[in-house]
């Protein structure tokens, strides 16, 4: 795929870019109050939360440890949820009695994150909570709490800010939905 013009595969934009930055620095600010006087380990899933990790971490002004995972749950460049999750990368440290918070870019079907919370809680933090950009309740399997959730959004293809659909687009600077013609071909 060479010459691609991203932009004008976008149908409409959802999230602007000054909308995604006054919503990271309002999650910040919630985020640093609840925390007041504690130190949080972030832990972020590649490859999609990489802007919003890289902006929410700037919003939030507490000590901060800093952790990457990578999952897999959709097969290649579907885009339907396969339901398989695979751990392609492991936290580099221990979370043991930390307080830990997920960062993640989308909650869909949900399965994702209810395999990284039961497999985070093995690891004994002394607390677990969830930050999610974007929320997609039209297609949730599993039931979950998200602790913070920065905008609703409905059931469309996005992509921008981090999303992809086949490995690009995720450097728009904006969340935009995908013009059918551009996964259809
Ligand atoms: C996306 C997203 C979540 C997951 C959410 O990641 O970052 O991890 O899907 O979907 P679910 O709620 O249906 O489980 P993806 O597997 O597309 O990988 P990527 O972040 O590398 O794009």
């Known amino acids: 795929m060479t010459e691609r013009d991203l932009h004008a595969d976008v149908a409409e934009i959802l999230l602007t870019e000054d909308e995604i930055g006054a919503k990271v620095r309002d999650l910040g600010a919630r985020i640093t109050a609840d925390h007041a006087g504690r130190r949080l380990t ?15 971490m700037r919003a939030i002004d507490l000590p901060v ?10 097969g290649g460049a579907s885009t339907e949820s396969s339901g398989l999750v695979r751990i392609l990368k492991d936290l580099s440290a221990s979370i043991a009695n930390e307080d830990v918070l997920i960062v993640e870019d989308i909650i869909d079907t949900g399965l994702t994150l209810n395999y990284l919370m039961r497999y985070l809680r093995g690891k004994n933090p002394r607390s677990i909570k969830v ?11 599993v039931e979950l709490d998200i602790d913070y959730i920065g ?10 800010y981090g999303l992809d ?21």
């Open 42 to 56: 972030l832990v972020s899933v590649l490859k999609g939360s990489l802007p919003f990790m890289a902006d929410l």
């Open 131 to 141: 930050c999610a950009l974007l929320d997609k309740p039209a297609r949730r399997l």
């Open 65 to 74: 440890r800093i952790d990457l995972m990578e999952v897999s749950s959709y």
């Open 165 to 185: 659909f086949g490995e690009i687009y995720r450097n728009l600077r904006f969340v935009g939905v995908l013009r059918p013609e551009a996964y259809e071909s």
């Open 151 to 160: 905008f609703e959004i409905p059931d469309e293809f996005v992509v921008g």
